[in-house]
Nanobody, 116 residues
Framework: QVQLVESGGGLVQAWGSLGLSCAAS????????MAWYRQAPGNQRELVAA???????IYADSVKGRFTISRDNAKITVYLQMNSLKPEDTAVYYCNIKDARLYDYWGQGTQVTVSS
C-alpha cells in the first residue's frame, strides 16, 4: 500500500512563505502526474498546481506567479513553494499522484493557515 506523507504546513502571516513536501512511501509504477489540491471550509477541493513527467506545469489562476511546484523523481517527492501568501490561501492542502492507469493516490492533508 503506497502512502503519501505530507509535511510543511502551518501558520504564517500574510505575504509570508511556506514550503510543502509530499513523499511516497514506495515506488509507483508509471507516474503520470503529481499535483497539489486544496480545500477550504465550505468549498470543493480545487487543483492548485500540477506537474507531469515531462516537467510541464499548470497552476490555478489564483496562485500563478506566487506558487511553484517541483518534483524529485528519484525520491518520488513533490514540492510546493508558496510565496506572497494571502488569507484566501488558507485551506487543507493535499498532494496527489496519478499513475499510468489514472489511479489517484492522496496524501492525508496538511493545514495551511494565513493570518491577515
Amino acid at each position: 500500500q503506497v502512502q503519501l506523507v505530507e509535511s510543511g504546513g502551518g501558520l504564517v502571516q500574510a505575504w509570508g512563505s511556506l514550503g510543502l513536501s509530499c513523499a511516497a512511501s514506495r515506488s509507483i509504477i508509471g507516474i503520470n502526474r503529481m499535483a497539489w489540491y486544496r480545500q477550504a471550509p465550505g468549498n470543493q477541493r480545487e487543483l492548485v498546481a500540477a506537474i507531469n513527467m515531462a516537467g510541464t506545469t499548470i497552476y490555478a489562476d489564483s496562485v500563478k506567479g506566487r506558487f511553484t511546484i517541483s518534483r524529485d523523481n528519484a525520491k518520488i517527492t513533490v514540492y510546493l513553494q508558496m510565496n506572497s501568501l494571502k488569507p484566501e490561501d488558507t485551506a487543507v492542502y493535499y498532494c496527489n499522484i496519478k499513475d499510468a492507469r489514472l489511479y489517484d493516490y492522496w496524501g492525508q492533508g496538511t493545514q495551511v493557515t494565513v493570518s491577515s
